[in-house]
């Protein structure tokens, strides 16, 4: 017997009541498409039935229903980010993936995505690059270290965790880390285990 998840999901294509032909994939019953003529902006809403509305976004709610958007696309980033380890990811990696999103979207068209494998674990990373510049006396910014790192793959970035320099540091600060998460001191817990 096939598994179901691995087969080709079933297509139908739908003429809609305006004419247009759309295909609707699996058991998908609604599409929604944003729709921009000029300094209007709507949403068209196709329905595998044939039907279809358009809803037009209202001059008084434009800059509320951008916002909304743009608060919705950046936090899609870092919905279910583990960090290298498939532990959820720290604050501070979802910081540098929200703010790595922001100034590609800047850059470029709303569909840019991240190459190289996203921030994923780059916030120890960039801490131990920062002490280790500190330490060297050659100071760089967040910024500087965001930009050196910014395109490079996963492997380049694996094998800098790795490096002589800042393995030590990069499993200190690990520790640290994972010292603040601990809710329950593991030394007071064997003690009580052991009482």
Known sequence: MA????????????????????EFAGKRRMLKEIVVNGDAVAVRFDFRNGNTFTA?????????AAGH?????????VAGMKDDHGNPASEDDMQLEVEGLA???EKGDWNAVREGG??????????ALFEHFT?????????????????KPKEHKDAL????????????????????KQKIDPE???AEALA
């Not at 330490?135 to 395109?151: V, Y």
């Open 135 to 151: 330490n060297i006396g050659k100071p760089q910014t967040k910024e500087e270290i965001k930009a050196k790192l910014a395109d």
């Open 69 to 77: 958007g743009y608060a919705q696309k950046l936090g899609d980033t």
């Open 188 to 190: 007071v817990a064997l």
């Open 56 to 64: 037009g976004v209202p001059k008084q709610h434009l800059l509320y």
């Open 103 to 105: 100034e590609r979207l």
């Open 3 to 22: 598994n179901t998840a691995t087969q080709e999901k079933q297509v139908e294509t739908v003429t809609m009541q305006d004419g247009r032909t759309v």
């Open 118 to 127: 996203g921030f994923a674990g780059l916030s120890i990373l960039a801490k």
């Open 161 to 180: 965790r790795k490096s002589k320099a800042l393995a030590p540091i990069i499993a200190r600060l690990e520790a640290e880390r994972d010292a603040r």
